[in-house]
């Protein structure tokens, strides 16, 4: 079975400071996908980076990079230069990349940006 | 761009009431989706399919029943409401991952059900 744990419940951090949200996976399976998930207080989830288990570079989207550590099975997203508008329910998931390829969610963090 | 549209985004239902969520993603994805989201916690997954006719249980999946008779549509049924339902439902689509290729799930805008 797959497990994400994220630790941080909350975090505060001052506009421009870089930020990093935490994620730790459990899986048995050698071929798996982590994703990275935006939810603003409107609710909507938006997708922001992916890393597969085999990609050997860490994935970076803009200001999004992942700080993938295998074999700590840890995915922690970096937020460079954080804005006011990244204040933001953040969610880390993973999924098996076989089969019905479901995601599974850690309980996420709420991240506020503080000017 | 359309994406993955879901109806309605607001409802309040009375205890025992049924109702149908509906969900259409016009992506041409195989694999269909659909989540509740309690506050403050993560997503969990209530059914899935991967492809048209094939469905199958998620992690929460009683009191909820699902149908997929094409590809593009995936509808939830709720047939006797109760109030530990009330939450936020969330479908979502993807196609195919591979180690190599990404494929996230595109979610729709949710909606929002209250059972009084």
């Known amino acids: 079975a797959q497990k994400i744990t994220q630790t941080q419940p909350g975090m505060f951090v001052q506009e421009k400071e870089a930020v990093t949200l935490d994620c730790t996976y459990d899986t048995s399976d050698q071929s798996y996908g982590l994703f990275w998930y935006k939810q603003p207080s409107s609710g909507e989830m938006i997708f922001l980076i992916y890393q597969g288990s085999y990609d050997e570079q860490n994935a970076t989207e803009g200001r999004y990079s992942l700080n993938f550590q295998k074999a700590r099975k840890s995915a922690n997203l970096v937020i460079s230069a954080s804005q006011l508008g990244d204040s933001a329910m953040y969610f880390c998931?993973?999924?098996?990349?076989?089969?019905?390829?479901?995601?599974?969610f850690g309980q996420g963090t709420r991240l506020t940006i503080n000017p | 761009n359309a994406g993955v549209t879901q109806t309605p985004k607001f409802r309040i239902l009375k205890i025992g009431q049924s109702m149908t969520l509906q969900c259409a993603q016009d992506m041409n994805h195989n694999y269909m989706y659909w989540y509740r989201q309690d506050p403050g916690m993560g997503l969990k997954l209530i059914y899935y399919?991967?492809?048209?006719?094939?469905?199958d249980k998620g992690e929460v999946p009683n009191g909820y029943n699902v149908s997929r008779s094409t590809t593009e549509d995936f509808p939830l049924r709720l047939e006797l409401a109760a109030p530990s339902q009330t939450s936020v439902y969330f479908c979502a689509s993807s196609g195919k991952g591979t180690s190599y290729s990404n494929q996230p799930q595109h979610f729709g805008d949710g909606t929002r059900l209250s059972i009084l």
């Open positions: 998931a993973t999924r098996i990349l076989k089969g019905a390829q479901k995601l599974v």
């Open positions: 399919s991967v492809g048209a006719g094939i469905t």
